[in-house]
């Protein structure tokens, strides 16, 4: 019972080698775009190699890059996990980029510890990414920390009487994630950004959907989490949250809690920083379909601390749909968002920005694809970088194209 449970609550968390707001994460995602159910266990792996051309708003460039990961994945979690690319292409001198992550799981049942790190070099924020980046090349160091003292079955903890059958799924009792991240580039300073997050008690119960991945449901009470930077800090609360719950063929996740935000200076007078900003917190979004076609809209307002020490106010709107076929697959993505940015110091800024994406792999023979991601959007990273600088600029249209031809392997 304990080893079709546990893997549960594993699949629920990010890892931190997929974030998707980086322009070079797209066509490595492309690359080693396999998942992998973590129930199977045993020894994963896969390759790749790119051969790129593309424009970005300012500039046309074209590259090679190449990847690969390796995991052992035990029923519990991925036991190892190490992966790494690196690109160089033809900009004006030339730009490399690089990024590695490595991470490991320790599971003595009750209880799961996970360790993460993850190194990004000269990346390049994508268009319809959240603000979080600077503008141009970044670095971006980020060390992880997983902690689950208690999954167990709620057969284990309220027995059935005679007669009656077995409850189903786990209840998660205080499960922690924590993650620290250095961010610093040629054009502004060292700035630290820390994540805190706290699960008192959950519910999850195994799911597969149609389109063949797990999306498990579950509930959260009390659910929390916390940002911080040297002159900034977020606290959200989610007072009730689901994910998946099966209505007919929809899986529908929601949640309403509060969030605030702070930053600059602490004025001791008032007990407060120069900037306060208080919300309501929600989310909804609905997921449906089948293994050809599934889609998604999900609508959130939220809070935010970046890196920088900008507090966001963000509420937005995004949807995709996906087409699988057995020699082509199609991403379309939209986002709408109305974020407002507050700076220390200065007047707050309000940007509507959004667009839309395309993603497209075509096989051509085994083992080799045509692969194609185009992105035009309202953003606020289309906006020239500045010498010596990375404030904040206003949100400006822009366009971000990359075709390759690509070769995997793995198994």
């Known amino acids: 019972m304990l080893r079709r449970v546990l893997p549960i609550a594993i699949l629920l968390s990010t890892p931190l080698a997929h974030a998707d707001d980086t322009l070079e994460s797209g066509p490595r995602d492309l690359g080693l775009a396999r998942r992998y159910a973590l129930t199977h266990g045993g020894l ?16 046309s460039e074209g590259g090679v890059a190449a990847g690969a990961e390796l995991r052992v994945v035990a029923p519990e979690c991925d036991a190892v996990r190490l992966g790494g690319q690196g690109r160089i292409t033809s900009l004006e001198g030339g730009h490399a980029s690089a990024e590695n992550w490595a991470s490991v799981c320790f599971h003595l049942a009750p209880m799961t510890l996970e360790l993460g790190h993850h190194l990004e070099w000269d990346v390049r924020p994508a268009l319809l990414a959240p603000l979080g980046l600077r503008r141009g090349d970044n670095r971006r160091e980020t060390a992880s920390f997983r902690w689950q003292p208690l999954l167990a079955p709620l ?12 409850p189903t799924g786990a209840l998660v009792v205080f499960e922690v994630n924590v993650q620290l991240t250095f961010l ?6 060292l700035a630290t950004h820390g994540t805190t997050e706290a699960m008192p008690f959950r519910y999850v119960r195994a799911h597969t959907t149609p389109w063949d991945e797990r999306r498990d449901f579950a509930v959260d009470v009390g659910r929390a989490s916390a940002e911080f930077t040297d002159d900034g800090a977020a606290i959200r609360v989610w007072l009730a949250r689901l994910e998946n719950l099966e209505l007919g063929p929809l899986l529908v996740t929601g949640g309403a809690g509060i969030a605030s935000a702070s930053a600059g200076t602490f004025n001791e007078a008032a007990m407060q920083r120069e900037i306060s900003i208080t919300t309501p917190r929600l989310e909804l979004g609905i997921e449906t379909g089948g293994r050809r076609v599934h889609g998604y809209l999900r609508g959130t307002r939220d809070t935010a601390i970046t890196p920088d020490g900008y507090a966001l106010l963000d509420t937005r709107l995004a949807s995709g749909l996906k087409l699988e076929l057995p020699e082509l697959r ?13 700076v220390p110091g200065t007047h707050a800024a309000r940007g509507v920005t959004g667009g839309g994406a395309l993603t497209l792999a075509h096989r051509l023979v085994p083992h080799v694809d045509a692969t194609l991601q185009l992105a035009v959007a309202r953003s606020f990273y289309a906006a020239p970088i500045a010498p010596m600088t990375s404030a904040v600029a206003d949100a400006r249209w822009g ?5 390759a031809l690509q070769a995997t392997v793995g198994n």
Do not use: C, E, K, N
């Open 155 to 166: 057969a284990w903890i309220a027995p059935p009487a005679d007669g009656r059958s077995m």
């Open 330 to 342: 199609i991403g379309l993505d939209a986002t709408a968002a109305r974020t407002r940015v507050y």
């Open 44 to 59: 994963t792996w896969q390759g790749f190699a790119q051969l790129s051309g593309g424009t970005t708003t300012d500039t």
């Open 184 to 189: 610093w580039s040629a054009h502004g300073g």
């Open 399 to 403: 366009v971000q194209a990359l075709a």
